[in-house]
């Protein structure tokens, strides 16, 4: 038993004793696998460093090699610009006339221009002055090419235009207008080239004169082309308009404008700019019309043919201020009326000399004839005259004074033709003068009839001038200068009034500085002479007929004035007693005497208005005012009558006067039995 127990113990030992070997070899094992990981990581650390060290080296080379391609990269730009040279030198000197037209020309001219602006941005780099030399030359000789090609291709399409002309003298079956189209088809054919190649011309001008004038060559030789081929034929057209005046000018003008419209289009067509080299173009041309009218208008000396030829001009001088945007062409726009402007302004200043001389021979010179005052009964007469006014001849009717119709006449054809301020210093003269004429004739008629026919005869024509001023937009207004001797006289008098101080020499320099004429500034309004003469005339023309109506009454008055109250009588001049009071009879009778006066003359007056004035609202304007002072006048013998009849120098009425009241009813109820 003791054994078995012992084996036991022994098997627990031997397996005991195994673990521990075990554990051992295991300790072992560990501390061995602990000496390779020692080395490991000791061979690790050093990897580590010499990978560091490798990275490092690595990145210092990727920096230097970024450095270096930066570098590359800059010297290959900036030597870009002067590697540049070679190839636009070779297109440039390349043999042939149509250089410019290669696709690769412009851009050559594009690379020039920022070539140029590097190698000025940049002249500190070697050798940049002579490139910039070099740039400049190869530029200079591509605007160059670019001049010698327009000129060169525009002259050869006129030279073909020209012989192709010449083919078809002989063919009347090629017609005007085919020819002048002829003038356009080819130019528009080339025209893009022409524009583009001009363009890069023209926007290099800005700061070059040598790129200016190979512009101007171009344009040059473009205007001497399209003259040479036109001029021809702009005066074989002339030649065939309309006789003389106003169909040579309307034909001219329409003829011209169609032409100068054609060039001003088919140059913007072709050039970018040059619109006052065009216009002097355009000038030339037109310079054609100009020679061949002026010596018609210089010859001319019917008023109404100058008056027809200015109305002409400025119509298409008008149309310049009213032309849209449709009738622009690339944001230019012809303006045509500056071209005939000179034309215009001859027509005007001949249309000017001869209305003076019609002003001074037919209105201020005018004498009258005795047919010139017979006056017309018939309304439809004077209604015609408003009609014929405008007709080319101003005496066609005589139902208005000759003078005042010759005014109207020529201010209807100066309106609108000649500039506003002459016109205005005309108009003022002749209404002026037609003014003085019409008071002149008033007083012939004055003489020759009487003074009511003379008043009426200035009514008449003041109000007629006057409505037909009216129309006319401009103020008749004349302003000028004159030498006022008022201070001088008012000096003279003072130093007359005190003639102790002649001799004293501070009276003489005061005469000397106080007494000097002066120039004042004097206005003449024509309108406003009018308005006065005729207010003038109307006050004197009421008062002629109202002291004419209560003549009776006058006389009346006049003789009641002459008596004493009762117990002051006393002889006349012959020794006779003054009677001391009048008597209802005398009274009666002045009352009768001023009703048929009144009504006689009223009558007489209304009939004179409608032989004149022929107006029945002038009528009633001129007779109200006479009606009213007619009654006035009664008023103040009514009213002294009455005074006088209670004691006074009138015997007691045994019936009582017309009344106020009864006397403008009588007036105007026979008034309206006249009315027409």
């Given at each position: 038993m003791e054994k078995d127990q012992e084996d036991i113990y022994r098997n627990y030992l031997s397996v005991v004793v195994l673990y521990r070997e075990a554990c051992d070899n295991f300790l072992e094992d560990l501390h061995g696998t602990l000496g390779v990981f020692g080395e490991l990581g000791d061979e690790y650390a050093f990897v580590e460093q010499r990978t560091r060290a490798l990275q490092t080296t690595c990145e210092e080379l990727l920096q230097e090699q970024d450095r270096l391609t930066h570098l590359a990269d800059a010297l290959a730009e900036r030597l870009a610009y002067f590697n540049h040279l070679e190839p636009i030198a070779k297109l440039f000197n390349s043999p042939g006339d149509d250089i410019c037209l290669r696709p690769e020309f412009i851009g050559m001219l594009q690379t020039l221009?920022?070539?140029?602006?590097?190698?000025?941005?940049?002249?500190?780099?070697?050798?940049?002055?002579?490139?910039?030399?070099?740039?400049?030359?190869?530029?200079?000789?591509?605007?160059?090419?670019?001049?010698?090609?327009a000129v060169s291709t525009i002259k050869a399409v006129g030279y073909e235009i020209v012989y192709s002309l010449v083919q078809k003298t002989n063919d009347t079956s090629t017609n005007f207008g085919k020819q002048t189209n002829l003038f356009y088809v080819k130019f528009r054919a080339i025209a893009p080239t022409i524009k583009t190649l001009t363009g890069q011309l023209e926007k290099r001008c800005q700061g070059h004169k040598e790129y200016q004038a190979l512009y101007q060559d171009i344009l040059s030789a473009y205007f001497q082309t399209r003259q040479q081929l036109l001029s021809p034929v702009i005066s074989r057209k002339i030649q065939q308009l309309g006789p003389s005046g106003g169909e040579l000018a309307q034909n001219g003008c329409a003829y011209m404008m169609t032409l100068c419209s054609d060039e001003f289009n088919l140059f913007y067509n072709m050039f970018p700019s040059g619109e006052e080299d065009l216009y002097a173009y355009l000038d030339e041309l037109t310079s054609y019309l100009y020679d061949h009218l002026r010596p018609r208008i210089i010859h001319e000396n019917r008023i109404e043919t100058l008056s027809e030829l200015c109305g002409i001009f400025q119509v298409y001088i008008m149309q310049d201020d009213y032309q849209t945007g449709d009738e622009r062409e690339g944001g230019h726009r012809l303006m045509f009326g500056n071209l005939i402007r000179n034309v215009l302004e001859d027509a005007q200043g001949k249309l000017v000399f001869r209305a003076q001389s019609f002003i001074h021979q037919d209105i201020q010179s005018y004498h009258p004839k005795p047919e010139d005052f017979e006056l017309s009964k018939s309304i439809e007469a004077s209604l015609?005259?408003?009609?014929?006014?405008?007709?080319?001849?101003?005496?066609?009717?005589?139902?208005?004074?000759?003078?005042?119709?010759?005014?109207?006449?020529?201010?209807?054809?100066?309106?609108?033709?000649?500039?506003?301020?002459?016109?205005?210093?005309?108009?003022?003269?002749?209404?002026?003068?037609?003014s003085e004429s019409l008071k002149r004739a008033s007083d012939i008629i004055t003489n020759t009839k009487s003074a009511l026919d003379g008043q009426l005869f200035l009514i008449k024509h003041l109000l007629v001038l006057k409505e037909q001023l009216a129309p006319f937009e401009a103020e008749l207004v004349h302003t000028g200068k004159e030498l006022s001797f008022f201070p001088t006289t008012g000096a003279l008098s003072s130093l007359q009034q005190n003639r102790s101080f002649f001799f004293n020499p501070n009276t003489l320099i005061g005469l000397a500085q106080s007494g000097m004429p002066r120039i004042v500034e004097i206005s003449l309004d024509s309108r406003r002479e009018v308005n006065f003469k005729l207010k003038d005339v109307c006050e004197e023309f009421i008062t002629d007929c109202v002291s004419t109506a209560v003549d009776p009454l006058t006389v009346f008055m006049i003789k009641l004035s002459t008596m004493r109250p009762v117990g002051e009588s006393s002889p006349d001049e012959n020794g006779s007693p003054r009677a001391k009071t009048l008597s209802q009879e005398d009274v009666q009778s002045t009352v009768e005497q001023f009703k048929e006066s009144a009504e006689e003359r009223i009558r007489f007056v209304l009939r004179k208005l409608r032989e004149y004035v022929n107006d029945y609202k002038m009528e009633q304007i001129l007779i109200r005012p006479i009606e009213l002072n007619i009654l006035e006048n009664y008023k103040n013998f009514y009213h002294t009558v009455t005074t006088e009849s209670n004691g006074g120098k009138i015997s007691t009425l045994d019936e009582p006067l017309p009344s106020v009241e009864y006397m403008s009813m009588w007036i105007s109820q026979w008034k309206e039995e006249q009315s027409p």
């Amino acid at each position: 038993m003791e054994k078995d127990q012992e084996d036991i113990y022994r098997n627990y030992l031997s397996v005991v004793v195994l673990y521990r070997e075990a554990c051992d070899n295991f300790l072992e094992d560990l501390h061995g696998t602990l000496g390779v990981f020692g080395e490991l990581g000791d061979e690790y650390a050093f990897v580590e460093q010499r990978t560091r060290a490798l990275q490092t080296t690595c990145e210092e080379l990727l920096q230097e090699q970024d450095r270096l391609t930066h570098l590359a990269d800059a010297l290959a730009e900036r030597l870009a610009y002067f590697n540049h040279l070679e190839p636009i030198a070779k297109l440039f000197n390349s043999p042939g006339d149509d250089i410019c037209l290669r696709p690769e020309f412009i851009g050559m001219l594009q690379t020039l221009d920022e070539c140029i602006e590097y190698m000025q941005q940049h002249v500190s780099y070697r050798d940049s002055e002579l490139y910039l030399m070099r740039f400049r030359q190869c530029m200079t000789r591509g605007m160059t090419l670019i001049k010698m090609y327009a000129v060169s291709t525009i002259k050869a399409v006129g030279y073909e235009i020209v012989y192709s002309l010449v083919q078809k003298t002989n063919d009347t079956s090629t017609n005007f207008g085919k020819q002048t189209n002829l003038f356009y088809v080819k130019f528009r054919a080339i025209a893009p080239t022409i524009k583009t190649l001009t363009g890069q011309l023209e926007k290099r001008c800005q700061g070059h004169k040598e790129y200016q004038a190979l512009y101007q060559d171009i344009l040059s030789a473009y205007f001497q082309t399209r003259q040479q081929l036109l001029s021809p034929v702009i005066s074989r057209k002339i030649q065939q308009l309309g006789p003389s005046g106003g169909e040579l000018a309307q034909n001219g003008c329409a003829y011209m404008m169609t032409l100068c419209s054609d060039e001003f289009n088919l140059f913007y067509n072709m050039f970018p700019s040059g619109e006052e080299d065009l216009y002097a173009y355009l000038d030339e041309l037109t310079s054609y019309l100009y020679d061949h009218l002026r010596p018609r208008i210089i010859h001319e000396n019917r008023i109404e043919t100058l008056s027809e030829l200015c109305g002409i001009f400025q119509v298409y001088i008008m149309q310049d201020d009213y032309q849209t945007g449709d009738e622009r062409e690339g944001g230019h726009r012809l303006m045509f009326g500056n071209l005939i402007r000179n034309v215009l302004e001859d027509a005007q200043g001949k249309l000017v000399f001869r209305a003076q001389s019609f002003i001074h021979q037919d209105i201020q010179s005018y004498h009258p004839k005795p047919e010139d005052f017979e006056l017309s009964k018939s309304i439809e007469a004077s209604l015609l005259q408003m009609s014929e006014l405008t007709d080319d001849t101003p005496h066609v009717t005589r139902r208005w004074y000759p003078a005042l119709q010759n005014t109207l006449w020529i201010l209807s054809k100066l309106y609108r033709c000649v500039q506003t301020g002459v016109f205005e210093d005309l108009a003022q003269e002749a209404v002026s003068l037609c003014s003085e004429s019409l008071k002149r004739a008033s007083d012939i008629i004055t003489n020759t009839k009487s003074a009511l026919d003379g008043q009426l005869f200035l009514i008449k024509h003041l109000l007629v001038l006057k409505e037909q001023l009216a129309p006319f937009e401009a103020e008749l207004v004349h302003t000028g200068k004159e030498l006022s001797f008022f201070p001088t006289t008012g000096a003279l008098s003072s130093l007359q009034q005190n003639r102790s101080f002649f001799f004293n020499p501070n009276t003489l320099i005061g005469l000397a500085q106080s007494g000097m004429p002066r120039i004042v500034e004097i206005s003449l309004d024509s309108r406003r002479e009018v308005n006065f003469k005729l207010k003038d005339v109307c006050e004197e023309f009421i008062t002629d007929c109202v002291s004419t109506a209560v003549d009776p009454l006058t006389v009346f008055m006049i003789k009641l004035s002459t008596m004493r109250p009762v117990g002051e009588s006393s002889p006349d001049e012959n020794g006779s007693p003054r009677a001391k009071t009048l008597s209802q009879e005398d009274v009666q009778s002045t009352v009768e005497q001023f009703k048929e006066s009144a009504e006689e003359r009223i009558r007489f007056v209304l009939r004179k208005l409608r032989e004149y004035v022929n107006d029945y609202k002038m009528e009633q304007i001129l007779i109200r005012p006479i009606e009213l002072n007619i009654l006035e006048n009664y008023k103040n013998f009514y009213h002294t009558v009455t005074t006088e009849s209670n004691g006074g120098k009138i015997s007691t009425l045994d019936e009582p006067l017309p009344s106020v009241e009864y006397m403008s009813m009588w007036i105007s109820q026979w008034k309206e039995e006249q009315s027409p």
